[in-house]
């Protein structure tokens, strides 16, 4: 197994790190975005990726809306497999922005346009509709979810009014 080591100084310096909401969605993309231009960099063609918590979640949802990556023949039989450690809101980013300039910017930072990946980016189920929220966006855009156990699915599954994601199972 080859093990491709991404570096940045100023982005990547300590896991789950950002002091801001949207330093954690700046730090996700860099992430998720320089993990797909290494494979190609080094000419991999992967049939699976498997993502690891909400800082690499924007890896499905680029491989699937950005035009660069849906006709690169090195992603063209790839399907997404992400695992939720911690399925609770409080645990993934959640951005609550009421002002829609606000809300449409953050979605840029992600990489992602408000308008036109309005159905991926912005939580419509959330209070008042309009929440960023990166364990919604990698639920619609993964092709596989996975869980810590059994246990922890069926718990996910039985308490809607607390996890709020079963719908997307």
Known sequence: IEVLYLENGKYLDIPYGGQTGEDKLRRARILSQG???????YN???TIIQTNEWMTWLVPAYLKRWEGYLNDPHFADTHVGSMLHNPHPSYSIVM????????????MVLGLDAVGHAEICINPDSPGGR????TYLM????DFVGTVSKAM????LAE???FGYSRLF
Request: proline residues 8%.
């Open 35 to 41: 993990a797909l231009e290494a494979l190609r960099a």
């Open 44 to 46: 991999y063609y992967p």
């Open 96 to 107: 609550d922005e009421a002002n829609p300039f606000k809300r449409y910017y953050y979605c």
């Open 131 to 134: 929440q960023i929220d990166m």
């Open 139 to 142: 639920l619609r855009t993964s």
């Open 153 to 156: 699915k069926k718990r996910m």
């Open 160 to 162: 809607p009014n607390v």
